[in-house]
């Protein structure tokens, strides 16, 4: 059970872990040990709050496809169980986000003082600009 809040937790058998060859340098030992992990978890098919699920599929991020599955690949350590350990925490981290409740924007202006330093500094650069011109030979 990968617990996520006081409320929400998953069941182990709606993740699917499997173990995969790692990529990158690593020796002989890394084209024969699978110690990395890709796990996979179906947003659509899981017993998730439906809040979680529609900010989860409402998410613009690249581990989750297009078909609503969550997709992590964990190989930065070296054994099996810390790749797996790895996974799991990246996956509560990415569903503990989703329930999060969203902060509303307040719209702010402008203070009368901002605006006045805007306009005076417009003021001078427009100045500094006029002298710029050609001067006349009198």
């Not at 699917?16 to 699978?34: C, H, S």
């Not at 054994?79 to 799991?88: G, K, P, V």
Request: hydrophobic share 35%; proline share 4%.
């Amino acid at each position: 059970m990968l617990q996520i809040s006081n409320s929400v937790s998953v069941p182990e058998h709606e993740i699917e872990l499997i173990p995969i060859r790692a990529q990158g340098a690593g020796g002989q030992n890394v084209n024969k040990v699978a110690s990395a992990i890709h796990l996979r978890f179906d947003i659509r098919a899981s017993g998730l709050p439906d809040v979680y699920k529609e900010r989860l599929l409402r998410r613009r991020d690249q581990r989750i496809s297009k078909e609503g599955v969550i997709v992590i690949k964990a190989q930065q350590y070296r054994t099996q169980e810390a790749n797996r350990e790895d996974a799991l925490e990246r996956l509560a981290e990415l569903l503990r986000e989703a329930g999060r409740p969203i902060k509303a924007r307040k719209a702010t202006r402008p203070t009368r003082a901002s605006k006045l330093r805007r306009l005076e500094g417009k003021t001078q650069r427009g100045r500094k600009k006029a002298l710029r011109g050609r001067v006349d030979p009198d």
